[in-house]
């Protein structure tokens, strides 16, 4: 089993739909949540960051961290043609190089 | 844009080859990080540099080095290549060595081996 599994998708929906990605991960250590967001041919850029366990909101993005069931989520308001890109969590522990894993990426295309 | 640069953007080589990547981290940034990305892998680290010493090393194959200078570049030296090392090479940088603090990633060498 990967430390991390995120399904890659596609996914294709229309514009002002609600989104949800996820991933699950099995190491029970990881207590730094993020997701990143990465347009064709850029780097990754950080989108969302939670510490543990529970919700956090930025404008029409929630990321939500359920430890007990070892499941992250991102979710999406009124998606955007802007929000096509590809969405990779991230977890890490709290141990100095204690490396980032990252999530495959999930490929979102928002139509108009 | 990030404030992290990386060179060259695009690197065409034939198999058995060395190269060399190049990457300049964000002003004040002290932590310099390798990730690679294909298609099947994902998003990998490779190995991270903190102020010019090396701080971690995930999955980074005996054939490939890297090193931090005393500006605070680093450079990623690939060598005998195979065509299974073709994949998009990331550098990126924090303040920090904690890799939990936000890393801010440069857009990346394409690789191919031919």
Redesign the interface.
Same mark, same amino acid.
């Given at each position: 089993q990967k430390e991390v599994e995120q399904d890659p998708g596609p996914l294709s929906v229309p514009e002002g739909a609600i989104v949800s990605l996820n991933c699950t991960y099995s190491n029970s250590a990881f207590?730094?949540f993020?997701w990143y967001r990465q347009y064709s041919?850029?780097?990754?850029?950080?989108l969302m960051?939670t510490y543990s366990s529970g919700n956090k909101e930025d404008g029409r993005f929630t990321a939500q961290v359920d430890k007990s069931s070892k499941y992250i989520s991102l979710f999406i308001r009124d998606s955007q043609p802007s929000d096509s890109a590809t969405y990779?969590c991230a977890m890490?522990?709290?141990q100095?190089?204690?490396?980032?894993?990252?999530?495959?990426?999930t490929t979102l295309s928002v139509s108009s | 844009d990030?404030g992290?640069t990386q060179t060259p953007k695009h690197l065409i080589t034939a198999t058995g080859q060395r190269v060399t990547l190049r990457c300049s981290p964000r002003s004040g940034d002290l932590s310099v990080?390798w990730y690679q990305q294909s298609l099947d892998?994902? !998003?990998?680290?490779l190995i /991270?540099y903190y102020n010019g010493e090396e701080?971690?090393k995930?999955n980074i194959l005996e054939r490939f080095s890297a090193q931090q200078f005393p500006d605070l570049h680093s450079e990623l030296n690939l060598s005998s290549l195979e065509l299974g090392d073709s994949a998009l090479y990331?550098c990126?940088s924090s303040v920090t060595? !904690?890799?939990?603090n936000? /890393?801010?990633?440069?857009?990346?060498t394409r690789l191919t081996v031919l």
């Open positions: 207590q730094y993020m041919r850029k780097g990754p850029e950080l960051y990779l890490s522990g709290n100095a190089g204690t490396a980032l894993i990252f999530g495959k990426g | 990030s992290v990080y892998q994902g !998003l990998q680290f /991270q701080r971690a995930g990331f990126a060595n !904690l890799f939990y936000e /890393q801010f990633f440069g857009p990346g």
